[in-house]
Nanobody
Framework: QVQLVESGGGLVQAGGSLRLSCAAS????????MGWFRQAPGKEREFVAA????????YYVASVKGRFTISRDNAKNTVYLQMNSLKSEDTADYYC???????????????WGQGTQVTVST
């Protein structure tokens, strides 16, 4: 059983930045695709970004492209989401996920963190 623990969420003003981290308990972390999803109140969970096991390829939802950056440090079993130029519509609970397939579909991810809240104030 892999455990994923997110951190780094909080309250930030519009235009500001946050960096989310997700630490994985499983040693073969480097074998897996990692993704970030978010869920705003009253809305369905939405794909945000994904990164391949080696970190050489990344994929973003259009609404965050150019503002968010996903990265990983396999030596630390950690994936990051750097969020810049935050907007009020980025307010959501953010979840990291570990998967076996490079995908934007939540169904392709095997393990999930508990989430970290991001609130962007205007």
């Amino acid at each position: 059983q892999v455990q994923l623990v997110e951190s780094g969420g909080g309250l930030v003003q519009a235009g500001g930045s946050l960096r989310l981290s997700c630490a994985a308990s499983d040693r073969p972390f480097s074998y897996y695709v990692m993704g970030w999803f978010r869920q705003a109140p009253g809305k369905e969970r939405e794909f945000v970004a994904a990164i391949t096991s080696s970190g050489t390829s990344t994929y973003y939802v259009a609404s965050v492209k150019g503002r968010f950056t996903i990265s990983r440090d396999n030596a630390k079993n950690t994936v990051y989401l750097q969020m810049n130029s935050l907007k009020s519509e980025d307010t959501a609970d953010y979840y990291c996920a570990l998967g076996g397939k490079y995908s934007f579909s939540a169904r392709d991810y095997l393990y999930w963190g508990q989430g970290t809240q991001v609130t962007v104030s205007t």
